[in-house]
Antibody, heavy 123, light 111 residues
Framework: EVQLLESGGGLVQPGGSLRLSCAGSGFTFNMHAMSWVRQAPGKGLEWVSTISDSGGTTSYADSVKGRFTISRDNSKNTFYLQMDSLRAEDTAVYYC????????????????WGQGILVTVSS | QSVLTQPPSVSGAPGQRVTISCTGSNSNLGAVYDVHWYQQLPGTAPKLLIYGINNRPSGVPDRFSGSKSGTSASLAITGLQTEDEAGYYCQSYDTSLSGWVFGGGTKLTVL
């Protein structure tokens, strides 16, 4: 059974940093691109970032570009989201999601999701 | 404002059929990339419902179906059940934004 488990969320002050982790199991982790998707309180889903299976290709939403960094450690079946210069509008539940294909495919979809972790940016 | 436009809410009685629309543009639904749909039950993570326009993952009932024409897509749910009450999101890729995009979401109420 595919499982994705996020960790590292919490309360942080504006301008601060936080690193989210997502550990995957039940599938061949190094053969799938992985993504972060967030959902602000009472709002819809927003794609944040994707990293290819090898880690060689990454992409970001304009709203986080230059502030967030996605990375992965295939030896640990884990990928990360380093969030710097956090703003109030980054407050959301962050979901890690498994992309359906190996490699990096723009027509891809998110076939498994973690349970989500809350990040709150507030003073 | 979302790149893909969905109605905020739809409703139907048990047993009825409802459709949820998803309207985009030539840079997303009108481009080469497929549309996918997700179901989010209250208080839970999203779940893949339909992929590649009209394919259902294992375990998704055939009451759910999808379609696409030009820059629009639709999700149809037949034989509505109370457990279908949830949020529904369409998703594709946008070539202008160089990223994945979601619709704003539609809340389905089963009366």
């Amino acid at each position: 059974e595919v499982q994705l488990l996020e960790s590292g969320g919490g309360l942080v002050q504006p301008g601060g940093s936080l690193r989210l982790s997502c550990a995957g199991s039940g599938f061949t982790f190094n053969m799938h691109a992985m993504s972060w998707v967030r959902q602000a309180p009472g709002k819809g889903l927003e794609w944040v970032s994707t990293i290819s299976d090898s880690g060689g290709t990454t992409s970001y939403a304009d709203s986080v570009k230059g502030r967030f960094t996605i990375s992965r450690d295939n030896s640990k079946n884990t990928f990360y989201l380093q969030m710097d210069s956090l703003r109030a509008e980054d407050t959301a539940v962050y979901y890690c999601a498994k992309c359906s294909r190996s490699g990096y495919y723009k027509g891809d979809y998110f076939d498994k999701w973690g349970q989500g972790i809350l990040v709150t940016v507030s003073s | 404002q979302s790149v893909l436009t969905q109605p905020p809410s739809v409703s139907g009685a048990p047993g009825q059929r409802v459709t949820i629309s998803c309207t985009g543009s030539n840079s997303n639904l009108g481009a080469v990339y497929d549309v996918h749909w997700y179901q989010q039950l209250p208080g839970t993570a999203p779940k893949l419902l339909i992929y590649g326009i009209n394919n259902r993952p294992s375990g998704v009932p055939d009451r759910f179906s999808g379609s696409k024409s030009g820059t629009s897509a639709s999700l149809a749910i037949t034989g509505l059940q109370t457990e279908d009450e949830a949020g529904y999101y369409c998703q594709s890729y946008d070539t202008s934004l160089s990223g994945w995009v979601f619709g704003g979401g539609t809340k389905l109420t089963v009366l």
